[in-house]
Nanobody, 125 residues
Framework: QVQLVESGGGLVQAGGSLRLSCAASGRTLSRYTMGWFRQAPGKEREFVAGLTWSGGTTSYGDSVKGRFTIFKDSAKKNLFLQMSDVKSEDTAVYYC??????????????????WGQGTQVTVSS
C-alpha cells in the first residue's frame, strides 16, 4: 500500500512558475513508476509526466514538453513537478499516481493503482 499526498497548488500568473510536490509513504518505491496527471473542468484526466523510480526514466505529455520537469527526491520519497511558463490551459486539478512495476513510463490512467487527492492549479491571464 502506498499513500500519496500532493501539495503546492495555487494561483499563478501566466508565464510564471509553480512546483508541485507529492509525498509518498508506505512501501519502498524502488520498483514503482510514478506520474502526474491533470483534469480540467469538463475534460478527461490526462497524462502530464511520468518517471521510473529506480532508473529515473522520464516521459512527458506533448502539451507540457519543454515547460514542465518531473523529478524526485529518493531519500524523502517525494515526487515533484516543476511547472514553468504556465498557460491558462494548464489550469486543472493535478494528481500524483503510482504503480508497482511496469516497463518504462506508463501513460494510461488504468495503468496506475494509487492516487492522491489532487491539488488545484489555477493560471490567471
Amino acid at each position: 500500500q502506498v499513500q500519496l499526498v500532493e501539495s503546492g497548488g495555487g494561483l499563478v500568473q501566466a508565464g510564471g512558475s509553480l512546483r508541485l510536490s507529492c509525498a509518498a509513504s508506505g512501501r519502498t518505491l524502488s520498483r514503482y513508476t510514478m506520474g502526474w496527471f491533470r483534469q480540467a473542468p469538463g475534460k478527461e484526466r490526462e497524462f502530464v509526466a511520468g518517471l521510473t523510480w529506480s532508473g529515473g526514466t522520464t516521459s512527458y505529455g506533448d502539451s507540457v514538453k519543454g515547460r514542465f520537469t518531473i523529478f524526485k527526491d529518493s531519500a524523502k520519497k517525494n515526487l515533484f513537478l516543476q511547472m514553468s511558463d504556465v498557460k491558462s490551459e494548464d489550469t486543472a486539478v493535478y494528481y500524483c499516481a503510482a504503480v508497482n512495476g511496469g516497463i518504462g513510463v506508463l501513460r494510461l490512467i488504468s495503468d496506475y493503482t494509487y492516487w492522491g487527492q489532487g491539488t488545484q492549479v489555477t493560471v490567471s491571464s
